[in-house]
């Protein structure tokens, strides 16, 4: 059973528009961490988030951790090629060590 | 800054080889956790450790066997390698109780192919 669902599954827009990413839970997290993937390589952090409606900005980037810790969004602003990966949402449960990766969202930036 | 350093980047092994996987983690991180990425999936987690004890277990089979030293190093310990274990494998290390919710960050990792 996948505990944490991101959506959407694939993406692919132009340069210069706006995007948002949805991790959903129905399970609580104490925190919960986006990274982004290149291919042949390891996830790279881009932010945690721990407290329940929680507002991190990341340069163009916006995330937001919802209010009952159940779920989070990626917000992109004005999306550049370089943006191009694999994002992944991580949630950390309370008093275990166990990440849960979501199931990720590939987007490709077009020029 | 010093990063998760893992060794090696690229493995080659036949079916039924035992292969060794190490994870030097990022200095004065105490867990250590390893994932299993298939091609196209999310990273599935194996096991963590935090002070070199077993703090957490994932999908990991059997036949995997993992642990960290005193140094905090892990190695990730695969025997009687079928096929299907060809994968990515990340190690990622994180600082227990730091103020951020133990943030992981993920080494390179190691591209495991099985013939």
């Known amino acids: 059973t996948q505990l944490l669902e991101q959506s959407p599954q694939f993406l692919s827009i132009q340069e210069g528009e706006n995007l948002t990413v949805y991790c959903n839970s129905s399970s609580v997290f104490s925190s919960l961490q986006w990274y982004r993937q290149e291919p042949g390589e390891g996830p790279v952090l881009l932010v945690t988030?721990?407290?329940?409606?929680e507002v991190k900005k990341l340069k163009r980037l916006t995330f937001q951790f919802g209010d009952a810790r159940k779920d989070s969004s990626l917000h992109i602003t004005a999306a550049q090629p370089g943006d191009t990966g694999l994002y992944l949402c991580?949630?950390?449960?309370?008093?275990?060590?166990?990440?849960?990766f979501g199931t990720g969202t590939r987007l490709k930036v077009l020029a | 800054a010093a990063g998760v350093i893992q060794s090696p980047r690229h493995l080659i092994k036949e079916k039924r080889e035992t292969a060794t996987l190490k994870c030097y983690p990022i200095p004065r991180h105490d867990t250590v956790y390893w994932y299993q990425q298939g091609p196209g999936q999310d990273p599935q987690f194996l096991i963590s450790f935090y002070e070199k004890m077993q703090s957490d277990k994932g999908s990991i089979p059997d036949r995997f066997s993992a642990q960290q030293f005193s140094d905090y190093h892990s190695e990730l310990n695969m025997s009687s390698l079928e096929l299907g274990d060809s994968a990515l494998y990340f190690c990622?290390?994180?600082?227990?109780?730091?103020?951020?919710?133990?943030?992981?960050?993920f080494g390179p990792g190691t591209r495991l192919t099985v013939t």
């Open positions: 991580a949630g950390l449960f309370s008093g275990t060590y166990k990440y849960i």
């Open positions: 988030v721990v407290t329940g409606g």
């Open positions: 990622a290390s994180s600082l227990f109780g730091s103020r951020e919710g133990n943030e992981q960050y």
